[in-house]
């Protein structure tokens, strides 16, 4: 494979992929598209997306590849307009640039309920969305990935196309409207064939060429299930994660920090480390202090030795007094009405009421790969190699930290070993950056253990629900939901702009308003709870315990009212939203629910519409000797349009079992402040011998494109304790379920 250009500021080196004398396309749906962030070192012009040279064809890649498939299906966007195989394109990440913008974030933040959209809120969502490029927004999160590509990299290969089409017919002497392209070749009506490869050159000289994209009845690959392109590295161990960094010359830093998050450190001492092999530096982090060592396992060794006086943190000591913190929040105004139909205030005539109260904890993200990035601090400025979902939030971070200018700064996003939110932040990249500072001109690798990872993490909060409803004549006539927990939301815009976070937070009550019931009275508040533990996007985010609370609730309602669960939820959607509703009928079908359960078996069914896309979930579990097993699970999605089914199957099932464990045993406590978990005997998660055998259908009647990585997550936890109600006749009103039933581990 060719040699690669040199790492200049401003811009990316494209890593094995070869692009002396390359070209590359990218089509934008801007007036005025973003700088190219790509230099070759040698002169060949290049656009941002697809690059085309003599090793073959590369897909740069702005989004961060953590298990969901990104990389796959952006290829298949790349390839079904470019007329190649998927096994014909390589896929690496891109630098952190303002031409990766992620243009379906803010869209995706406007107001509304999401599932009634009309084509003028979509189509000014879409509009609204190229703003993310001022902001520079490099971020995956929010389920938008195939939202944004969808048109922008379909664009990019088609333009790839016709410009190569227009090189060859320069050369050929025949009208570019005679020649076709298959497998990576320009064919022309006398059989001659040219490979893009040998075209590359010749197309770099000339405009790229725009074309309207090919019809979806004429896909090849789109819509059908694709072998994932990170397979390969993935099974043989070759694949590069954050922790698998390696450069010459590299030393290794662990870290300790006060187990209670937000408090300081008043003092050190590590004299402990002075006879001590290995121990190069000990460095001042302000919240704890990090050692640099020969390797990781030295390091760790000498950060534990260091005798630390820690201060107090900013909040409430215990776990019981944090959650009084979070009630005191509903005397408050509400943060937020997002919904407010009918009178809620008052209960129709001859109406039952329901009333009750739930309770869920803080979560960690508990990622696989705990967080780790690799510094190099030189006087041509700084390099940062790490899993990260926001690469120039990263750089703008570093750059901040390092004292210097975002531009002096190179982000190499390696694959993510677990994201979930977590890796949104760049705490991971800030740390790394102090630590190199101390050895400028070496590479130092920062990793912090996992017991540093689940006590410094950024939390999924803590909520309180308060639900009145009321039924009359077998149907629900009031839904009355308050949420207090803390607001993500504004901590991270403090975390990330330095600026408070303000106005009505959608993010707090989504799950909660924006749900396809048609109850006459209707209503959703917020409210935030004013407490400083460290708080962050979980995945799923307020969906994550807002489908609990309203979900849960519902089941009470039916049973109130003498209904079935699963057709008092049907019911309830038919009128308003028909997708909705068919995922309830689907997961029905599969399940052969009855509403009929023998002894010893429980079922639940729950729903949620999130990130655009409706989710019905019916689990399984079983009594064997007195212990709880889930047993079996179905699951019914509408993605509106599925670009690789398999792959949305996959990240609905991977959605659910997080929400599954996290539903069984998942909590963050406190004790004098600090965090009592610290590692997996403390954070438990479904097992493959616990963990439900599944099936899935993935459903495209859904009138817009939705997201495939959180929505699996929010129906989880009530669906499961819906079924545990129905085996044992106990209504779990909080998680994690451990502490109520003996499950099965």
Not at 121 to 131: I, M, V
Not at 251 to 265: L, S, T
Request: net charge negative; charged share 20%.
């Amino acid at each position: 494979m060719a040699s690669v250009g040199k790492i200049l500021r401003r811009t990316f080196l494209i890593g094995s992929a070869a692009i002396v004398g390359g070209v590359a396309f990218g089509v934008y749906k801007v007036r005025q598209p973003a700088a190219n962030p790509l230099a070759p070192g040698d002169g060949a012009a290049l656009n941002p997306f697809v690059m085309i040279n003599g090793d073959g064809i590369t897909l740069i890649a702005p989004r961060a590849e953590m298990g969901q498939g990104v990389r796959t299906t952006w290829a298949a966007l790349i390839a079904e307009e470019l007329d190649v195989g998927l096994d014909q394109v390589r896929v690496i990440h891109g630098p952190a640039a303002k031409a990766y913008y992620n243009s379906a974030l803010i869209g995706d933040a406007l107001p509304g309920r999401g599932y009634d959209k009309s084509d003028f809120q979509h189509n000014l969502g879409e509009a609204l969305g190229e703003a993310a490029k001022l902001f520079s927004l490099q971020v995956t999160g929010g389920s938008t990935s195939m939202k944004d590509g969808f048109e922008r990299m379909r664009a990019a290969g088609a333009s790839a196309r016709e410009t190569l089409k227009a090189a060859a017919a320069e050369r050929l002497g025949v009208p570019a409207r005679d020649l076709r392209t298959q497998a990576g070749r320009v064919i022309a009506p006398d059989g001659t064939e040219i490979a893009y490869t040998d075209l590359a050159a010749e197309a770099a000289r000339l405009d790229p060429v725009e074309t309207p994209l090919r019809d979806p009845g004429e896909w090849r690959l789109l819509g059908a299930d694709q072998p994932r392109v990170d397979m390969i590295e993935k099974a043989t161990g070759t694949a590069q994660f954050g922790i698998d960094v390696r450069l010459p010359g590299m030393k290794f830093a662990a870290i300790r920090r006060n187990p209670a998050p937000g408090g300081g450190m008043a003092g050190f001492d590590d004299y402990a480390l002075r006879d001590m092999p290995g121990v190069e530096k000990v460095v001042d982090i302000g919240d704890g202090v990090a050692v640099i060592s020969s390797n990781t396992w030295l390091a760790q060794r000498a950060v534990d030795a260091i005798e630390i006086a820690w201060t107090e943190p900013p909040y409430p000591a215990e776990t019981d007094a944090l959650f009084d913190r979070i009630a005191a929040a509903f005397e408050d105004s509400p943060n937020s009405t997002m919904r407010d139909d009918g009178d809620a205030d008052t209960l129709p005539q001859g109406a039952t009421e329901l009333t009750a109260e739930y309770r869920l904890p803080y979560l960690a993200h508990a990622t696989m790969e705990p967080m780790t990035a690799t510094a190099l601090i030189s006087g041509d400025g700084a390099e940062i190699w790490t899993g990260t979902q926001a690469p120039t939030l990263m750089a703008m971070k570093v750059a901040g930290t390092a004292g210097i200018d975002t531009d002096q700064v190179t982000v190499h996003t390696t694959y993510l070993g677990g994201g979930f939110g977590r890796r949104a932040e760049v705490d991971f990249g800030v740390i790394a950056t102090l630590v190199a500072m101390e050895m400028p001109g070496t590479p130092v690798q920062t990793t912090w253990s996992r017991e540093e990872d689940m006590r410094h993490d950024f939390y999924r909060p803590a909520a309180l629900a308060r639900m009145r409803g009321g039924v009359q004549d077998g149907k629900a006539v009031l839904l009355d939901a308050q949420v207090a927990t803390q607001s993500p939301t504004q901590q991270i815009t403090e975390r990330m702009i330095g600026m408070p976070g303000a106005g009505p937070d959608k993010v707090l009550v989504e799950g909660l308003f924006n749900q396809p019931y048609a109850i006459p009275a209707y209503r959703a508040r917020g409210h935030i709870a004013d407490l400083s533990v460290p708080v962050g996007f979980w995945r799923s985010v307020g969906n994550s315990h807002n489908a609990f609370f309203v979900e849960s609730f519902i089941d009470e309602m039916a049973h109130a009212a003498g209904r079935d669960p699963l057709d008092f939820r049907l019911e309830l959607m038919r009128s308003e939203h028909e997708p909705s509703a068919r995922c309830i009928e689907a997961v029905r079908e599969m399940s052969g629910w009855t509403g009929e359960t023998p002894d010893g078996v429980g079922r639940g069914v729950a729903f949620c519409y999130s990130f655009g896309t409706p989710v019905a979930q019916v689990i399984e579990v079983v009594d064997r000797d007195g212990s709880i097993h889930i047993d079996k699970a179905w699951i019914a999605c509408d993605i509106g349009l599925a670009l690789d089914p398999r792959n949305v199957a996959a990240q609905m099932e991977g959605g659910m079992i997080y929400g599954l464990s996290a539903a069984c045993f998942g909590e963050i406590t406190f004790a004098d402040g600090a965090i009592e978990q610290g590692n997996f005997p403390d954070y438990e998660a479904l097992r493959m011998h616990t963990t439900p055998k599944t099936q899935v259908q993935v459903l495209e009647n859904n009138k817009f494109m939705g997201g495939a990585g959180e929505p699996g997550t929010p129906p989880a936890a009530p669906a499961l304790a819906n079924a545990i109600f129905d085996l044992t006749g106990k209504r779990a009103r909080s998680l994690p379920l451990m502490h109520a039933f003996d499950l099965a581990v």
